[in-house]
């Protein structure tokens, strides 16, 4: 059975309580922050990419050059019609059975504007035709950038959009001297989730700490059900900021 780890996000700490709390493999989803804590499995993996240990392959650099003709634009979160259409022409093409088929656009809204903490909407426009082709949902750290979510049109598939909206979050970072792009889980073995691994500088988090990805196919799903430690251990062992100090 599912099950997480949360906690609420707001209030004027909001900021700092996400950043260390991301750093320790939770994830933003809204106003809440959560990290998958099931009793019986500890398969999913925070995972983010070194940017100071990234080097492009050479189907990225592909990835690239094909992608050129779009333009970055980066916006406040706020959602709009033409964002919520190419969501749902996602979401059909690729998750249709998947938990956030059936949202409206009023649940696309809140996904996109409550949040308590400095967030972006970055869209890819393609130049030549004027059509918003990408979005991604970003989190701005003290340590990096946060991909909390992105989408794409299902028309270009030899363009890798996915993989390009990642490769310029690396870029975005890198510009910014943030060390850091934290993609969300990466779960061994699983085909959807295979792309992650092919980024070179590419760090997991387990057992409490950060570590450099090895190969990914040495990697197993952890399914015994002592692999996850009580929940009171691990709210213990969570690192918290000094609230008293940043309300300063």
């Not at 500088?201 to 950060?210: A, F, M, N, P, S």
């Given at each position: 059975m599912e099950r997480k780890l949360?906690?609420?996000l707001q209030g004027e700490a909001a900021t700092e309580l996400n950043?260390?709390?991301?750093?320790?493999?939770?994830?933003?989803?809204?106003?809440?922050?959560?990290?998958?804590?099931?009793?019986?499995?500890?398969?999913?993996?925070?995972?983010?990419?070194?940017?100071a240990a990234f080097t492009p392959s050479k189907s990225q650099k592909r990835i690239i050059k094909r992608n050129k003709a779009l333009m970055r634009r980066a916006t406040s979160p706020w959602a709009t019609e033409d964002q919520y259409d190419l969501f749902r022409r996602y979401l059909d093409s690729r998750h249709a059975d998947g938990g956030m088929a059936d949202m409206?656009?009023?649940?696309?809204?809140?996904?996109?504007?409550e949040t308590p903490i400095r967030s972006r909407v970055i869209e890819y426009v393609d130049q030549d035709t004027g059509d918003l082709v990408g979005v991604c949902l970003t989190d701005v750290l003290g340590d990096g950038v946060s991909m909390v979510y992105s989408f794409y049109t299902?028309?270009?598939?030899?363009?890798?959009?996915?993989?390009?909206?990642?490769?310029?979050?690396i870029e975005i970072a890198r510009t910014a001297g943030l060390p850091y792009v934290y993609l969300g889980y990466w779960v061994p073995g699983s085909p959807k989730m295979g792309y992650k691994a092919k980024f070179s500088?590419?760090?997991?988090?387990?057992?409490?700490?950060?570590?450099k990805m090895r190969d990914p196919d040495t990697f197993m799903p952890e399914q015994h059900p002592l692999s996850t430690d009580p929940?009171?251990?691990?709210?213990?062992?969570?690192?918290?900021?000094?609230?008293?100090r940043s309300r300063r």
């Open positions: 949360f906690t609420a950043d260390s709390l991301s750093a320790q493999g939770f994830r933003r989803s809204q106003n809440v922050l959560y990290r998958p804590s099931c009793a019986d499995c500890a398969s999913c993996l925070s995972a983010r990419i070194d940017v409206d656009v009023f649940e696309f809204a809140a996904m996109i504007e299902p028309d270009r598939p030899r363009d890798g959009l996915g993989n390009h909206i990642i490769l310029d979050h500088g590419l760090e997991v988090y387990i057992g409490g700490r950060w570590q929940i009171a251990e691990q709210v213990a062992n969570i690192a918290l900021p000094d609230m008293a």
